[in-house]
């Protein structure tokens, strides 16, 4: 059981370069003709590139690891330290599984979030711009949504709560389904849960991220940020357009 479970890293390549940067440190001796005169007897098996080259690869593992674990480990590129890195990759995880100190859990993977969400919240997330990421995934919903209920003219929090209104639509006019009528209590629950979570997540999420001063989303908190609205986009991408019967 490897450390895969809990860090998005490809386990194999990264013990790869924690033993390749030990071996590139390890102390060969130096040949004579290579020698000078009353200097040291030995030097490091790879050349100060190959070692500077593959630290830096080991250096963002131990970033990635360390920051998943968040326990105040103070790490340093060391010999030491490195081999503590290969045995977190190897065994952290299970070791501190059979100790009880994790809470087995599903895992949300950000790619398998509604498309409308990942597909504009990526470009950003992958440069760690967590607030964009949000942001944008937020402005995609709603102008899906627009298109959708064919309401260019709505802001957002009119918008829901015209969309998904419990009261018949005006002729002409497009209301979104979730289910029908025949149980009325489940379809007054459940276009009143639309209605809520989507003025939340404009008023609650996205309006205080045009504020100067607001504080920046952590990572764990932009991505349970994002499952949200993504929640959100399924509803609305299940929903049946039910259209106002013009007058005849």
Same mark, same amino acid.
């Given at each position: 059981?490897?450390?895969?479970?809990?860090?998005?890293?490809?386990?194999?390549?990264?013990?790869?370069?924690?033993?390749?940067?030990?071996?590139?440190?390890?102390?060969?001796?130096?040949?004579?003709?290579?020698?000078?005169?009353?200097?040291?007897?030995?030097?490091?098996?790879?050349?100060?590139?190959?070692?500077?080259?593959?630290?830096? !690869?080991?250096?963002?593992?131990?970033?990635?690891?360390?920051?998943?674990?968040?326990?105040?480990? !103070?790490?340093?590129?060391?010999?030491?330290?490195?081999?503590?890195?290969?045995?977190?990759?190897?065994?952290?995880?299970?070791?501190?599984?059979?100790?009880?100190?994790?809470?087995?859990?599903?895992?949300?993977?950000?790619?398998?979030?509604?498309?409308?969400?990942?597909?504009?919240?990526?470009?950003?997330?992958?440069?760690?711009?967590?607030?964009?990421?949000?942001?944008?995934?937020?402005?995609?919903?709603?102008?899906?949504?627009?298109?959708?209920?064919?309401?260019?003219?709505?802001?957002?929090?009119?918008?829901?709560?015209?969309?998904?209104?419990?009261?018949?639509?005006?002729?002409?006019?497009?209301?979104?389904?979730?289910?029908?009528?025949?149980?009325?209590?489940?379809?007054?629950?459940?276009?009143?849960?639309?209605?809520?979570?989507?003025?939340?997540?404009?008023?609650?999420?996205?309006?205080?991220?045009?504020?100067?001063?607001?504080?920046?989303? %952590?990572?764990?908190?932009?991505?349970? %940020?994002?499952?949200?609205?993504?929640?959100?986009?399924?509803?609305?991408?299940?929903?049946?357009?039910?259209?106002?019967?013009?007058?005849?």
């Amino acid at each position: 059981m490897l450390a895969a479970r809990i860090v998005d890293v490809d386990t194999e390549w990264a013990i790869e370069q924690c033993r390749e940067w030990l071996r590139l440190q390890e102390r060969v001796p130096i040949p004579d003709d290579e020698r000078e005169p009353h200097g040291p007897k030995t030097r490091a098996r790879g050349t100060k590139e190959e070692r500077n080259r593959v630290g830096n !690869r080991v250096r963002l593992v131990a970033d990635t690891v360390w920051e998943k674990w968040n326990n105040g480990y !103070r790490w340093t590129l060391e010999a030491g330290d490195v081999r503590s890195l290969i045995f977190e990759l190897e065994e952290g995880y299970e070791v501190r599984e059979r100790l009880g100190l994790l809470s087995p859990g599903p895992a949300l993977a950000a790619d398998t979030l509604h498309p409308w969400v990942w597909d504009a919240a990526r470009p950003h997330w992958e440069s760690d711009n967590h607030d964009a990421a949000v942001w944008a995934a937020a402005i995609n919903v709603n102008t899906q949504l627009k298109a959708k209920a064919e309401r260019p003219d709505l802001g957002e929090t009119k918008l829901v709560q015209e969309v998904f209104g419990t009261s018949p639509p005006e002729p002409g006019k497009v209301r979104l389904r979730l289910c029908d009528e025949s149980n009325p209590d489940l379809f007054k629950d459940r276009h009143i849960g639309a209605i809520m979570l989507g003025q939340g997540l404009f008023s609650g999420v996205r309006n205080p991220l045009n504020h100067v001063g607001a504080d920046d989303l %952590t990572e764990q908190e932009a991505l349970e %940020t994002l499952a949200a609205w993504s929640l959100f986009a399924r509803w609305v991408t299940q929903a049946e357009v039910v259209r106002g019967e013009e007058p005849s």
